[in-house]
């Protein structure tokens, strides 16, 4: 089956240290994406990339990093630059072609991450 | 600019009763707009989808949603609410103004009574 997998689902970890979420895909899709979910304010995106080896900046990128080594995996970065890092964290991606603004994401199911 | 602003935070309906989640966009171009679901603690699934063709659209689980320009709305509609439509509803637009990125609303929670 074809799909996201995000990795852990929940993680804890102490102020001040950095954390990486992991986003794994099998789609074959060239684009993959992080948004941040917090309760009332739908999704931000943090970072995107569109090729292997590059990757933009989103809405939201203060704090985060992230690399794109290979078409499968996105992996982020929580540094402890992130003022409030404690939150519902979505990868998702999408497949480009020549209408790449209707193409549908495709949603791994979040990592929930608490900062204490 | 785009964005999109889903008019109620909650709905809440009693199962076998229609269901309107409404949201109205700012689009400079012609624009895409989707629905998608995320039911707890899951990522989001994506309903049904306009992009230029047949303004009524038909979706999963029994969803459709009229595009009307004139109004810039994307209202999602149901005939008859299921217990197991309990969820947050997304309404997004996307335009190439935008770099083809897309612009989420803050969300509907949908309450289902028995």
């Known amino acids: 089956d074809g799909g996201i997998t995000q990795s852990p689902k929940y993680l804890f970890r102490k102020e001040g240290q950095n954390v990486t979420l992991s986003c794994e895909q099998n789609l074959n899709h060239d684009a993959m994406y992080w948004y941040r979910q917090d309760p009332g304010q739908g999704l931000r995106l943090i970072y995107y990339s569109q090729i292997v080896n590059d990757f933009q900046k989103g809405d939201i990128a203060e704090g985060y990093s992230v690399s794109r080594e290979k078409k499968e995996s996105f992996p982020l970065t929580v540094t402890s630059a992130q003022k409030n890092p404690t939150a519902f964290y979505l990868c998702?991606?999408?497949?480009?072609?020549?209408?790449?603004?209707?193409?549908?994401?495709?949603f791994g199911n979040g990592t929930r991450l608490t900062v204490t | 600019a785009q964005s999109v602003t889903q008019l109620d935070s909650h709905v809440s309906v009693s199962e076998g009763t229609p269901v309107l989640l409404r949201c109205n966009y700012s689009s400079s171009y012609s624009p895409s707009l989707f629905w998608y679901v995320q039911h707890p603690n899951k990522g989001l699934q994506l309903l049904l989808k306009y992009t230029s063709a047949a303004t009524l659209v038909k979706g999963i689980n029994g969803f459709e949603a009229e595009f009307k320009k004139s109004e810039t709305s994307f209202h999602l509609t149901k005939p008859s609410a299921h217990m197991s439509d309990a969820a947050e509803y997304f309404c997004v637009v996307s335009d190439m103004d935008a770099g083809n990125m897309l612009t989420f609303g803050g969300g509907t929670r949908l309450m289902v009574k028995p």
């Open positions: 998702a991606s999408s497949a480009l072609g020549t209408s790449i603004y209707n193409s549908p994401l495709h």
